[in-house]
């Protein structure tokens, strides 16, 4: 059983200033895995003073310096490849394929592409007679959750430490073994003392001053757009910057043209993919009304090759985090079939053969409309709803009828026409038969969130922008 009773702080670990612990319960198997310590407002304060600290020296540090530092992170990091896999395992349940597949190579991903960002990043630029310089904004409270853990480490940590930045890390509760890790990784890789400090904790004990506290820059959230609110309104008082990456549910509109069947079938399995915990799954799947019967079939079949049990076997799915997740989800399923939903595939309760662990069975409905509850919030389980439409029109209309914005989905063999229909969709990030790229922004519309991360972008939440003006006497402005 994993003990995580120290935080990284000040580049030592450190014990917490009081004695409280989380017991993190296996989601497979319902047993405690492993007991991590709770921060409190003491601990806050300690790693924000060793973040402030180290502030002026690592802010004026070089590119070069940085650089290094990435890639001693990167050469440390594969080597504990393996460990943050089985720690995924554990404290999530993700299948190993996955944990040590596409999580842990995301982190490989996103630090590989800071890298090269910051090879050529323009922290200056000169305009005529001003010099615009981006800086780095300061001490960041970066708070990550549980779904994709080296994910949205990642994406906060490694362009904060390339932009100057010092930094404090709280990981959701429910994944704080990554977290750890993460940790250990960046001590063995020389990260000077108050670069990086890890603060493990719940919202209320940590998340909360962590956001309120005056001595950070900025925070960094990802999680539920109820907690984004909350964020927000602790650091309104020290008029700081919040950057928010929250809730979706993400349109998926599949064209009527040729590879329907196929299309319906790499929606439905998208959805399943990490037990249905993704904030930008594409969860509402919307098709021809006149090919709804034809897309009940591709998707049926579709669900039914998503095999769930235990994470260790070679399975698709493993189970759901927590057990308030898993009820939350039977609730919702259950208001589905009782709001009049097509059930297709799967429904309440767990899979047969599993009486224990948080198993939810791989569910379809069809011929859901935009006003039942099942389109209109995130379930966060392996739920897909298939809504009609009549022409593309429409379809792009019950698209952008959602409160969300972080994503968008558009399944079509006409690149053309996919191409239109991306555009006018009102969400952050649109990908086109499965585009992906690691350059491209993340980030959402309306109650999505604001600010974006990935790539270059995920570089400027990070930095000030200065003018400098009479820079150069005597030379004409634009």
Request: aromatic share 8%; charged share 20%; net charge negative.
């Amino acid at each position: 059983m994993r003990e995580y009773l120290k935080f990284y702080i000040g580049g030592r670990w450190t014990a917490p200033a009081e004695s409280r612990t989380f017991d993190v319960v296996n989601p497979a198997t319902e047993e405690v895995a492993g007991r991590v310590a709770l921060g409190s407002a003491a601990d806050v304060d300690k790693a924000v003073e060793a973040a402030r600290k180290a502030f002026p020296s690592w802010s004026a540090s070089t590119r070069q310096d940085r650089l290094d530092l990435l890639q001693s992170i990167l050469d440390a990091y594969q080597k504990r490849a393996g460990d943050l896999a089985a720690a995924l395992t554990e404290e999530m349940g993700a299948p190993a394929s996955l944990a040590g597949g596409f999580q842990v190579q995301l982190g490989i991903g996103h630090l590989t592409t800071a890298i090269e960002v910051l090879k050529d990043f323009a922290f200056e630029e000169r305009r005529g007679a001003s010099l615009i310089v981006k800086e780095p904004i300061g001490v960041c409270g970066l708070i990550t959750p549980w779904n994709w853990p080296m994910n949205q480490i990642a994406v906060k940590v490694f362009p904060a430490l390339a932009s100057g930045c010092t930094t404090v890390l709280k990981p959701s509760e429910r994944s704080p073994f990554t977290g750890q890790v993460f940790a250990e990784i960046l001590d063995a890789a020389g990260v000077p003392a108050g670069v990086f400090n890890l603060v493990q904790g719940d919202g209320p004990s940590v998340g909360a001053p962590l956001s309120a506290h005056p001595g950070v820059d900025m925070i960094s959230f990802t999680g539920s757009t109820r907690a984004g609110i909350e964020i927000a309104r602790n650091a309104a008082a020290g008029v700081k910057r919040v950057t928010q990456e929250l809730g979706g549910k993400s349109p998926n509109i599949v064209l009527d043209d040729a590879d329907f069947a196929g299309n319906v079938a790499k929606g439905v399995t998208s959805m399943m993919g990490n037990s249905g915990q993704t904030c930008s799954a594409p969860s509402r799947m919307l098709v021809p009304n006149a090919r709804m019967d034809e897309a009940i079939e591709a998707a049926r079949e579709a669900a039914s090759q998503a095999t769930v049990g235990d994470p260790a076997d070679d399975v698709v799915l493993g189970p759901v985090v927590a057990a308030d997740q898993f009820d939350r989800i039977q609730a919702l399923i259950q208001k589905g079939i009782d709001e009049g939903a097509t059930l297709v595939a799967g429904g309440t309760g767990r899979p047969d053969g599993l009486e224990k662990g948080y198993y939810v069975r791989p569910t379809v409905f069809a011929n859901v409309t935009n006003d039942m509850t099942i389109a209109r919030e995130e379930i966060f389980g392996p739920v897909a709803t298939i809504l009609g439409y009549d022409d593309v029109d429409q379809a792009v209309e019950i698209a952008n009828d959602t409160e969300y914005g972080l994503a968008g989905f558009v399944a079509g063999a006409d690149l053309d026409a996919a191409r239109a229909v991306a555009r006018r969709l009102r969400a952050g990030s649109v990908a086109i038969n499965d585009g992906f790229d690691f350059g491209a922004p993340f980030g959402g519309y309306k109650k999505s969130g604001n600010g974006r991360e990935w790539g270059e972008f995920g570089f400027h939440d990070y930095l000030e922008i200065k003018g400098i003006l009479g820079y150069a006497p005597g030379e004409a402005a634009p």
